[in-house]
């Protein structure tokens, strides 16, 4: 297992951009998928975007394609989403997560991640 931590959370006006970023507790195996997920008061855990570490292989939720990306750093054992044109519907608790696979494409379920951080919370509001 790697232990994740997320940072850059907070509150930001509609339009505005935040990034986030998750750092592993070491080396991240190449054979590791990397996520985000998010999650608002009364909703399911949403899958926002993906990467795999090796090739850097990406996924994004149908919501946050052409606004989000996803990044990953190797050399700093850091992953990154950079969150542009903001939207108030974009408010939750953003988790990162990894899973171990070898797999080309980064997995889009929730029951595929097996390392979890403490999460950040990011609101969109004027």
């Known amino acids: 297992q790697v232990q994740l931590l997320e940072s850059g959370g907070g509150l930001v006006e509609p339009g505005g951009s935040l990034r986030l970023s998750c750092r592993t507790s070491g080396r991240t195996s190449l054979r590791y998928a990397m996520g985000w997920f998010r999650q608002a008061p009364g909703k399911d855990r949403e899958f926002v975007a993906g990467?795999?570490?090796?090739?850097?292989?990406?996924y994004y939720g149908d919501s946050v394609k052409g606004r989000f990306t996803i990044s990953r750093d190797r050399d700093k054992n850091t992953m990154y989403l950079q969150m542009n044109n903001l939207k108030p519907e974009d408010t939750a608790v953003y988790y990162c997560?990894?899973?171990?696979?070898?797999?080309?494409?980064?997995?889009?379920?929730?029951?595929?991640?097996?390392?979890w951080g403490q999460g950040t919370q990011i609101t969109v509001s004027t």
């Open positions: 990467i795999k570490w090796r090739n850097s292989n990406t």
């Open positions: 997560a990894a899973a171990e696979n070898n797999n080309i494409y980064p997995p889009r379920e929730s029951a595929d991640y097996d390392s």
